[in-house]
């Protein structure tokens, strides 16, 4: 071999070996040690929900240079398989799989799990279906083709996003949840009971409406206030006005929408929540109905 083709077939077997000796991108975040954060994937990995093959190994094969462990899933089916065992850090889900339909595996993920939720879609087309995505929950979205960087770029953004907002903290998965007027919200599954033991499907915009009231009930807050705390992107492009948000909210809980005794309006600074709100511990939600 001659001396040249030696020399850079030595420099590429030197690159090749300092990235896989790199500490890999995911365990370089420090968090607060009373979050819950996977920087190091080892004990829990990421679900691929899509039915192209090629797809899934794309994602697998650039995810797992970083130490990421992913799995797959075709059906919703093979979904509810993969999270009953409880490992998912985070789910990547095509919005379209053959006979099932994304959005309705969307909502079915978020009746028990919080686990962040990043959505493709195949055509540009699809964007409003992404928009009701995130309406229903979903974290972030890309549109195919995609760059496999951007999705691993965003991926890491997502738990950044859920550890700054406290998402993650051992606190919120401890706490049981609140009741207020015969109602309850759990926290942990974040399912709302009504008075008659109904469950009530919230939108990712309602339940984090509904905590920053719960949070400081019968206090003023106002509308940049309640705004911020209900916003599910950092750009907050697709955000509605808060006093809709109000409105929907109103429709779930009040008897009389028109007339609230719950939610009630404070001229010239926002809203208040007017009732009393009891923390519950987490025995108290033993008996919470499961979704059907």
């Not at 509810?80 to 053959?98: M, V």
């Not at 959005?103 to 686990?115: A, G, P």
């Not at 599954?189 to 009930?217: C, H, M, T």
Request: hydrophobic residues 40%; glycine residues 6%.
């Amino acid at each position: 071999m001659a001396t040249a083709e030696i020399s850079r077939v030595s420099i590429f077997a030197s690159a090749r070996s300092a990235a896989a000796m790199r500490t890999p991108d995911h365990m370089l975040t420090k968090v607060e040690p009373s979050r819950i954060v996977a920087t190091d994937c080892s004990s829990s990995h990421i679900l691929v929900v899509d039915d192209d093959p090629a797809v899934r190994h794309l994602i697998s094969d650039y995810f797992g240079q970083y130490g990421i462990q992913t799995v797959s899933a075709t059906s919703r089916s093979g979904v509810a398989r993969q999270l009953a065992g409880g490992d998912t850090s985070a789910i990547i889900l095509d919005l379209h799989l053959g006979h099932d339909n994304g959005l309705d595996l969307l909502r079915e993920i978020r009746s028990s799990s919080d686990v962040p939720v990043i959505l493709l879609s195949g055509r540009s087309r699809d964007e409003v279906d992404c928009v009701v995505g995130l309406e229903l929950g979903a974290d972030d979205y890309l549109t195919k083709p995609f760059g496999i960087r951007e999705l691993y770029a965003r991926f890491r953004a997502v738990r950044r996003s859920r550890v700054n907002r406290g998402l993650l903290r051992t606190s919120e998965v401890e706490r049981g949840g609140y009741k207020f007027g015969g109602w309850r919200l759990d926290r942990r599954s974040r399912r709302l009971i009504d008075p008659q033991e109904r469950l009530v499907a919230l939108s990712k915009g309602e339940y984090a409406l509904l905590l920053a009231f719960l949070d400081a009930s019968e206090r003023p807050l106002s509308r940049e206030h309640l705004l911020q705390a209900t916003r599910l992107h950092d750009e907050d492009v697709f955000d509605r006005s808060i006093d809709v948000q109000v409105l929907r909210l109103r429709r779930k809980l009040e008897a009389d929408p028109k007339a609230p005794r719950v939610i009630k309006t404070e001229r010239g600074v926002g809203y208040v929540f007017a009732i009393p709100v009891e923390q519950s511990h987490l025995a108290d939600w033993r008996s919470v109905p499961q979704s059907r």
